[in-house]
């Protein structure tokens, strides 16, 4: 079976710019959650879903930041405009109904310079 | 995050001796996840911990979660090169969706 597809896994913007990370779960799973991790902070989650619709985004940093989820097997973050402290490594994770383990992505490295 | 506190931040063990990573919980939790991060890699979940005094094991890691279920421990056995990374516990208070990670503990395997 496929796990979490993330992509790109490697991503390098200038500032200012849109950066789109995307991510497909795992067939079957309809709770979806993106994560970043730095050094500084650790993994902290930004955003979830639960059969497509936000739940929670209280962990999203500022209104640059915007997810969607437009159908069961697909998810994008977006950053805009993206800033130098906005450099991290994104997960995305899903699982069933939010119960047990999530199952995370290989994530995407942002880096903006 | 506060709420979760892992101990050691690092350690370094010789190949074939034992270690012991701890996940402490300032509140009771609700179920106990153990993950392993290879670097630059994603999270590989380990274990799932969720009654008190539950003892699970997978090949030579065992974790256990305290009667009071605010504390779990992470043991590996006879340690390999291939056990090094990060060890992080997340934490779920609530019974499903938001989970709280700690800070990580950093494993070197010297051979």
């Known amino acids: 079976d496929a796990g979490v597809i993330q992509s790109p896994r490697h991503e390098v913007t200038e500032m200012g710019q849109e950066v789109t990370l995307r991510c497909k779960p795992i067939?079957?799973?309809?709770?979806l959650f993106w994560y970043r991790q730095t050094m500084m902070r650790g993994l902290e989650l930004l955003i979830y879903?639960?059969?497509?619709?936000?739940i929670d985004d209280s962990g999203m940093p500022e209104d640059r930041f915007s997810a969607k989820m437009p159908n069961a097997s697909f998810s994008t973050l977006k950053i805009q405009p993206s800033e130098p402290r906005d450099s991290a490594v994104y997960f995305c994770?899903?699982?069933?109904w939010g119960n047990g383990p999530a199952f995370f992505g290989q994530g995407t490295r942002l880096t903006v310079v | 995050s506060q709420e979760l506190e892992q101990s050691p931040q690092s350690l370094i063990v010789q190949e074939g001796k034992n270690l012991t990573i701890n996940c402490t919980s300032s509140k009771t939790l609700y179920g106990l996840y153990w993950y392993k991060q290879k670097y630059g890699e994603g999270l590989i979940f380990l274990m799932m911990l969720q009654k008190g005094g539950e003892e699970k094991s997978h090949e030579k890691i065992t974790a256990k979660l305290d009667e009071k279920k605010q504390q779990s421990s992470l043991h590996i056995t006879a340690s390999q090169p291939s056990h090094a990374g990060i060890y992080l516990c997340g934490a779920d208070y609530t019974g499903g969706f938001k989970t709280i990670f700690g800070a990580g503990t950093r494993l070197f395997v010297k051979a």
């Open positions: 994770a899903s699982n069933h």
């Open positions: 879903f639960n059969n497509n619709v936000p």
């Open positions: 067939s079957g799973h309809n709770s």
